[in-house]
């Protein structure tokens, strides 16, 4: 799945290419992308014809685009969507799902093989559409507050990685970057977060910022044809990876062969020497019986 670096990939893209265009037609060429808009298909078409783009921003994951009616394209790539800016005479692609012709000749098309990404548009969402609201900020994002992500950290006992992973603590930090951040820190993806040190968590949040900014910088992460930027290339992230998806191979820092442990229907990939799995928490006794 597309995570932070390649969402913004994305997102500087379309900055680039469809700024002060006017969207002229829709093509909703399948249902299923739209299917959180209650418009409809044609009702989403209409929302959007002759509306112009302001301006390309993110949060977290999910990109969207403010209209000059103060409404917004709010979009979400899922596992596979693709958001490509084409002229006009370039060939459909195999999965093109919705089509947006632009006055300025080009296309800017949504592609989805596996159709978990979606597009709808968000009533008076061009500075923020409610829809993401509860979402948090992302470690890149100037606002991002670390100390009150270290205190949130510190005060729960669930593991780390599943905390990298909470939405509404911060956004963007999917399986990938949250594996790669933690063998950077050192740190078992299943410490509890109310085990680790201040510092230890500042720590970590510094290598997934420069883990993050490190993929951004080489297009994001590719492991298929899926992810694409909107020219269609492909990142080269996964050339520079430590941890995810080299189970069996040699640590990189200390040789160790790298393990691959399933989690949340996913997988985690770290060093077991280089990341020592936390130690069992001691049951508290019980109270004793005060005696009569």
């Not at 969207?23 to 249902?31: A, F, G, M, N, S």
């Not at 209650?38 to 993110?58: D, H, M, Q, S, T």
């Not at 990189?252 to 990939?269: E, I, K, Q």
């Amino acid at each position: 799945m597309p995570e932070l670096p390649e969402v913004e990939t994305v997102r500087a893209g379309l900055e680039r290419h469809v700024l002060g265009a006017t969207i002229e037609r829709v093509d909703v060429l399948h249902p299923r992308p739209v299917r959180r808009d209650l418009r409809g298909p044609a009702g989403f078409a209409a929302a959007l014809a002759g509306r112009r783009i302001e301006a390309a921003r993110r949060r977290g994951k999910y990109l969207w685009l403010p209209l000059d009616n103060g409404d917004a394209l709010l979009g979400h790539l899922g596992m596979s969507g693709q958001i490509l800016v084409q002229p006009p005479d370039a060939p459909d692609e195999r999965h093109l799902r919705v089509r947006f012709a632009l006055d300025t000749g080009l296309q800017m098309r949504f592609v989805d093989q596996r159709m978990f990404g979606g597009l709808s548009v968000s009533e008076g969402g061009a500075e923020l559409p409610p829809e993401i609201a509860h979402i948090a900020r992302d470690p890149l994002d100037p606002e991002f507050d670390d100390d009150l992500f270290v205190r949130k950290v510190r005060k729960r006992s669930s593991g780390i990685k599943r905390q990298l992973l909470d939405q509404n603590l911060v956004s963007g930090v999917g399986n990938i970057y949250a594996d790669e951040a933690l063998w950077r820190a050192r740190l078992h993806g299943e410490r509890p977060g109310d085990r680790l040190t201040a510092t230890q968590v500042r720590e970590l949040l510094g290598h997934a910022r420069a883990v993050m900014t490190a993929a951004l910088q080489e297009g994001g992460t590719s492991f298929d044809a899926l992810y694409v930027n909107v020219n269609g290339e492909s990142g080269y992230f996964d050339r520079s990876l430590h941890a995810y998806g080299r189970d069996g191979e040699s640590c990189d820092r200390c040789g160790t062969p790298l393990r691959r442990v399933a989690f949340m229907n996913r997988s985690s990939y770290f060093c077991p020497a280089c990341q020592p799995a936390p130690r069992t928490r001691r049951p508290r006794p019980e109270a004793l019986p005060v005696p009569d």
